[in-house]
T-cell receptor
Framework: EPEVTQTPSHQVTQMGQEVILRCVPI?????FYWYRQILGQKVEFLVSFYNNEISEKSEIFDDQFSVERPDGSNFTLKIRSTKLEDSAMYFC???????????FGPGTRLLVL | SQQGEEDPQALSIQEGENATMNCSYKTSINNLQWYRQNSGRGLVHLIL?????REKHSGRLRVTLDTSKKSSSLLITASRAADTASYFCATDPYTGNQFYFGTGTSLTVIP
């Protein structure tokens, strides 16, 4: 069964460094998402992406964040200058169309020191 | 906030018992989805119920939706130790392309 994959599974970085989190959505899906979950808290929406552009973003998704779909398979989240409070689990998700189920990847655990 | 709330926050039951979790939300929705998350792991999609549906079944799962009360419930029948996880509802709003997750119910099934 196809699934969303994410790499790396864990990343440790120094404050101020740039990180790129990678996702490979399910191949026939058209809508892509990034979420984060700070330890012990709820899952928070960051950004949605459709037709090669951001369709919606939350207030968390500030100028330090960017997303890209550089080729037909990868979907990346870049944090330009990480802060301690960016430490969280980051989930990628995708779905075929609006109003359908979203399927989540296993997540990348980011730790900013 | 458009995000939902689940209750209870934590639930502990004996294996074989039924577990019921509730979710309330605030916006008009296309559908509502339930997810399971094992500790430190990703989110697994369980079931989707559309705004024009009132009840849906999938195996040992039964979901209800009351759009007039903006609430949903997830019932897990004949629970197993492997059902121990956190359960989240997520609303797919009528407008926009965000997903709003609730605060989650932590379920412990005691063997």
């Amino acid at each position: 069964e196809p699934e969303v994959t994410q790499t790396p599974s864990h990343q440790v970085t120094q404050m101020g460094q740039e990180v790129i989190l990678r996702c490979v959505p399910i191949s026939n899906h058209l809508y892509f998402y990034w979420y984060r979950q700070i330890l012990g808290q709820k899952v928070e929406f960051l950004v949605s992406f459709y037709n090669n552009e951001i369709s919606e973003k939350s207030e968390i998704f500030d100028d330090q964040f960017s997303v890209e779909r550089p080729d037909g398979s990868n979907f990346t989240l870049k944090i330009r200058s990480t802060k301690l409070e960016d430490s969280a689990m980051y989930f990628c998700a995708s779905r075929v169309g609006r109003a359908l189920a979203q399927y989540f990847g296993p997540g990348t655990r980011l730790l900013v020191l | 906030s458009q995000q939902g709330e689940e209750d209870p926050q934590a639930l502990s039951i004996q294996e074989g018992e039924n577990a019921t979790m509730n979710c309330s939300y605030k916006t008009s929705i296309n559908n509502l989805q339930w997810y399971r998350q094992n500790s430190g792991r990703g989110l697994v999609h369980l079931i989707l119920i559309r705004s024009n549906e009132r009840e849906k079944h999938s195996g040992r799962l039964r979901v209800t939706l009351d759009t007039s009360k903006k609430s949903s419930s997830l019932l897990i029948t004949a629970s197993r130790a492997a059902d121990t996880a956190s359960y989240f509802c997520a609303t797919d709003p009528y407008t926009g392309n965000q997903f709003y997750f609730g605060t989650g119910t932590s379920l412990t099934v005691i063997p």
